[in-house]
T-cell receptor, first 109, second 115 residues
Framework: NAGVTQTPKFQVLKTGQSMTLQCAQD?????MSWYRQDPGMGLRLIHY???????DQGEVPNGYNVSRSTTEDFPLRLLSAAPSQTSVYFC????????FGPGTRLTVL | KNQVEQSPQSLIILEGKNCTLQ??????????LRWYKQDTGRGPVSLTI???SENTKSNGRYTATLDADTKQSSLHITASQLSDSASYIC??????????????WGLGTSLAVNP
């Protein structure tokens, strides 16, 4: 039982590049979400999903896309990376009790 | 404005000592209050979740209290261990205008336990 896994752990991008942050869970949770964590700010919700095929925007969705084709996977896509997207990204699974992945530390140059 | 404020911002204690972290919130409507522990370089881990009717909840050496009237919560750590060194984050769940759940995150208290 791996819980929530995220890949990669670290990533450096150049401005304008695109990439996908992977997230998978093996707890059969319907609810999954993506957050970013920046110094001096609380975690901010980017996108969330209440089940396969259903996604919705959080507080800071601009510049990010998500899809949910299966219950297990919830990838986050950066369409055209910008320095403002330098952050630590966490995927979470579960609604009442949330289980967080280990995070992806992204730097955009 | 919905806000969650935590104090102190940082705290240093000696191993074996107790400590109490504070959380004040101005969130309405209130659904529940959560405490998370976040180790450096890791994702947050849930410690406790309390609803309006619960005024205390324990998880091992961690005890959270909630006063819904004054909108205050505290997290008490007993007999601290070096592994308690982490950031402790208070989160309040509410409902937004569309009646969807929303989490209001505090900035956390950074706790260092020294030998």
């Amino acid at each position: 039982n791996a819980g929530v896994t995220q890949t990669p752990k670290f990533q450096v991008l150049k401005t304008g590049q695109s990439m996908t942050l992977q997230c998978a869970q093996d707890m059969n949770h319907e609810y999954m979400s993506w957050y970013r964590q920046d110094p001096g700010m609380g975690l901010r919700l980017i996108h969330y999903s209440v089940g396969a095929g259903i996604t919705d925007q959080g507080e800071v969705p601009n510049g990010y896309n998500v899809s949910r084709s299966t219950t297990e996977d919830f990838p986050l896509r950066l369409l055209s990376a910008a320095p403002s997207q330098t952050s630590v990204y966490f995927c979470a699974s579960g609604s009442h009790t949330q289980y967080f992945g280990p995070g992806t530390r992204l730097t955009v140059l | 404005k919905n806000q969650v404020e935590q104090s102190p911002q940082s705290l240093i204690i000696l191993e074996g000592k107790n400590c109490t972290l504070q959380c004040n919130y101005t969130v309405s409507p209130f659904s529940n209050l959560r405490w998370y522990k976040q180790d450096t370089g890791r994702g947050p881990v849930s410690l406790t979740i309390m609803t309006f009717s619960e005024n205390t909840k324990s998880n091992g050496r961690y005890t959270a209290t909630l006063d819904a009237d004054t909108k205050q919560s505290s997290l008490h750590i007993t007999a601290s261990q070096l592994s308690d060194s982490a950031s402790y984050i208070c989160v309040v769940e509410t409902l937004n205008a569309g009646n969807n759940r929303k989490l209001i995150w505090g900035l956390g208290t950074s706790l260092a336990v020294n030998p």
